[in-house]
């Protein structure tokens, strides 16, 4: 079966050294997991993706996991014409992060 490839952007990369070991090991499975299928996440609808993500990735689809203690993955599917579609990881949430990037009330 052919696999898609799965980038992690620098921010992911820097949220990602926070996570502990059960919730790094479950970010691993969800990226061979995405490598196979990339909409295995939850779909945001399009007016909920917030005005931030969309200004600095330049996103027109987001997708989210959920990891271990309530922390959030967020992701974008990239297609081109002729080349198989790429999975970016965007941010690794904690869920009170998460809360806020999306205008929700938080605790």
Do not use: C
Request: hydrophobic share 40%; charged share 35%.
């Amino acid at each position: 079966m052919a696999r898609h490839r799965v980038l992690i952007s620098e921010e992911a990369t820097r949220e990602r050294r926070q996570l502990k070991p059960a919730q790094e090991k479950k970010l691993r499975w969800w990226g061979d997991r995405l490598a196979v299928d990339p909409t295995a996440g939850g779909h945001v609808r399009r007016n909920l993706i917030p005005r931030d993500l969309k200004r600095r990735f330049g996103i027109e689809n987001l997708w989210r996991v959920e990891l271990p203690d309530g922390w959030r993955m967020l992701y974008t599917i990239v297609a081109k014409p002729a080349v198989r579609p790429e999975v970016r990881i965007l941010r690794i949430l904690s869920h009170k992060a998460y809360d806020r990037l999306f205008g929700y009330a938080t605790s």
